[in-house]
């Protein structure tokens, strides 16, 4: 199986894009995470595939991401019952705005924060509660943001303490995740307070 296909970035669309390499054109579906960061048409690019073969006779369908931990999610999000490939990376494209606030919501079982922030139905939130309850611990993604690797309680206090303050949830989050990029993993929440206060 492909592990990586790196070629020329032929076309590029929000669901799919084509790569030509040593002559073949390979058609390879992303999700929107990818299309985002990918270089314009006509230079090169790697993308780590997974290829999906049909039951059912109808060929293969090979799946393409820019990072080996977006991979890891998608088969994570697949292996679930009744996701298959085409719903993960569709859900990938939605969780991929903040993949520790996904994180934080499947771990606290926030129904309202999966449905709310990313926009999933409350069917498909609850395939992944049940799905992920062994499994999120193990998401490499984990590792790469750092608010995913803080106290979970120091975040939540740091949220409910704006939202004492008269901002709504959404502002609360947004605040939070982008000042805990820049403050000390092992921040107390009056600190993420007194900074997510200045982005806001």
């Known amino acids: 199986m492909f592990d990586f296909l790196r070629g020329r970035l ?35 690019v790697k993308i780590y595939t997974w290829m999906s073969s049909s039951l059912y006779g109808k060929g293969s369908a090979l799946y393409g991401f820019l990072t080996p931990e977006e991979r890891e999610v998608f088969l994570i999000l697949r292996s679930i019952s009744k996701i298959g490939a085409k719903g993960a990376l569709e859900i990938l494209s939605k969780i991929s705005k903040s993949f ?10 926030d129904m309202q924060g999966l449905t709310g922030i990313f926009a999933l139905t409350k069917k498909t939130a609850e395939k992944l509660l049940i799905g992920l309850r062994d499994k999120i611990e193990v998401l490499s993604f984990a590792g790469k943001e750092k608010l995913a690797a803080r106290n979970e309680q120091e975040i939540a206090d740091a949220i409910s303490g704006l939202v004492a303050l008269g901002y709504r949830l959404t502002q609360a989050k947004e605040a939070v995740n982008s000042v805990c990029e820049t403050v000390g993993e092992d921040a107390r929440a009056e600190e993420i307070i007194k900074q997510a206060l200045r982005y806001l």
């Open 100 to 109: 520790s606030e996904f994180r934080r919501a499947v771990i606290a079982r």
């Open 10 to 44: 032929e076309e590029k669309e929000t669901d799919s894009i084509v790569v030509e390499a040593q002559g073949v054109g390979y058609k390879v579906s992303i999700p929107l995470s990818t299309y985002e960061k990918l270089p314009p048409e006509g230079t090169e």
